[in-house]
């Protein structure tokens, strides 16, 4: 199971892709957990102190992907990074730090940024664990097709407007690099609104997969620094129900 979360910034990702690896950890999967945000913290919503982020290694970078003279590998050798780097967490996860690539942005032509491409690709396509992949905000990361491979990307939206025409572009995109399944959770939903949220992404193409509710319970959490899935409330009972559903999704293929 291979699954990226994505969607405009602020509304949720995070919270829901630490939860949801914790969960899938319960349910017996051994669980990459990996934060692709350059602004890194899934780390708090899993439940991991002190992961260095791998761009760190630069030496480790230069010697896979550097070449001489402006001429740098297109294919590094990436398939240990996770070993060497992945620090495990609680419930069977274990959580792997990308980082940033320092003047990065779209296709940036640099050994950083074919290291990071590889990387991504390695880790979605060649491992066995479920991944779970927490993605920067926006949609930018889709012009560099680093989630291009997943299984399902999930795309969360909040009740508004602005949220919903972030998803539509993201399914827009996401079909462009041919992704197989995108589906949007509502999080922060309240009673009031999710009709007219559900009608809006059905307007879109955007099957729902979950609805999490605003829960004071994680606010809570995240105040304190403890993971979401450890103070159980309606929102973590939401997410199970989530992960019901995104593996009935999968199991039926
Ligand atoms: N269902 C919810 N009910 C209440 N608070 C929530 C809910 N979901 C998330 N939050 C809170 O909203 C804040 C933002 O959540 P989170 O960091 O997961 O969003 P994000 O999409 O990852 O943000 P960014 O785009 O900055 O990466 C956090 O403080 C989190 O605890
Ligand atoms: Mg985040």
């Known amino acids: 199971m291979k699954l990226a979360f994505v969607g405009k910034g602020g509304v949720g990702k995070t919270t829901l892709a630490g939860t949801v690896a914790r969960l899938l950890g319960r349910r017996g999967y051994r669980v990459l957990a990996v934060d692709a945000d350059p602004d890194m913290?899934?780390?708090?919503?899993?439940?991991?102190?002190?992961?260095?982020?791998?761009?760190?290694?630069?030496?480790?970078?230069?010697?896979?992907?550097?070449?001489?003279?402006?001429?740098?590998?297109?294919?590094?050798?990436?398939?240990?990074?996770?070993?060497?780097?992945?620090?495990?967490?609680?419930?069977?996860?274990?959580?792997?730090?990308?980082?940033?690539?320092e003047a990065g942005g779209a296709g940036c032509m640099c050994p950083a940024g074919s290291f990071l491409k590889a990387l991504l690709r390695d880790l979605i396509v060649k491992r066995e664990e479920a991944v779970v992949l927490d993605m920067e905000a926006g949609i930018e990361h889709l012009g560099r097709a680093s989630a291009r491979n997943v299984d399902v990307m999930v795309a969360v939206v909040e009740p508004g407007s602005r949220s919903i025409e972030t998803a539509e572009r993201v399914r827009r995109l996401a079909g462009d690099i041919g992704v197989e399944r995108i589906v949007a959770v509502v999080n922060r939903a309240d009673e009031g609104s999710i009709d007219a949220v559900r009608e809006r992404l059905d307007g879109v193409g955007l099957d729902v997969a979950g609805v999490v509710p605003r829960d004071d319970s994680l606010v809570k959490a995240d105040l304190e620094n403890v993971p979401p899935v450890e103070v159980r409330g309606p929102a973590v009972d939401a997410i199970e129900e989530l992960v019901d559903a995104l593996e009935g999704m999968l199991g039926e293929e």
């Open 41 to 101: 913290n899934l780390h708090s919503a899993l439940g991991v102190e002190g992961v260095e982020p791998v761009t760190e290694h630069e030496e480790l970078i230069e010697e896979r992907a550097g070449g001489q003279r402006g001429v740098y590998s297109l294919t590094p050798k990436v398939d240990d990074v996770a070993e060497r780097f992945a620090v495990p967490g609680p419930d069977d996860t274990s959580l792997l730090v990308v980082g940033t690539v």
